[in-house]
């Protein structure tokens, strides 16, 4: 009981989540811009490379563990799963970020986030991911899906690989366009908001995940 009280005197209210928080209540998504500062990109960018030039990256599938199927005309991207237990200093950085993130959000909107799962992501060019709903995979414990981009400083839109999330207003369907700009991060909310990835013109780097409750 004391603990309790101390921890919410404690408590600060912090406007950058505070943003986060109410754009997610009033539309279902929420662009944060330089979630990841410049540095921070490079670093996870050269982790990244380094790891698929290792040949870390598998063909990404569709379905949930148990069940992948390789659909080349729904997804073209390659992926590689990050261990937070065996996090380099890039990746290291990464957790700490998102991670503070998930404990405001615990505290405040008791959205009982308790795991959570994140992939690199390679879109190679002219590939796509084909309009879908995040909980397809089979796995209805995601709640926010999170998509973090690591293109290189100078990415321009005639690049392409723009998510497309469909929101609603007043019963009507209304696509939003977002450019994959580094250090963006991109929150949705997994079980609602159907989006897709239009074909990308030039290599297409991300990581992407979703924050799940039990
Ligand atoms: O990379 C993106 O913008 C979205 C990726 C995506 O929808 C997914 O991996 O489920
Ligand atoms: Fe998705």
Redesign the pocket.
Known sequence: METELFEQLEFKENPFYERIISELQDKQYCVVEEFFTREEVAELRKSLWEKYQEDHFKK?AIGNKTNEVIYKEV?G?FIKWLNEAEAGKAEQLFFDKLNALVTYLNRTCFLGILTKEFHY?V?PEGTF?KR?L?TFQNDGRRKL?L?C?LNDEDWKPENG?E?VIYTEEKGQEVPVK?Y?FPGRV?IFESQVLE???KPVKTE?L?I?GWLKTR
């Open positions: 990404a997804r991207d992501a879109y991911y879908h995040d899906s998509v981009y690989g998510l977002l994959p991109v989006h897709e990835v297409r991300s992407t």
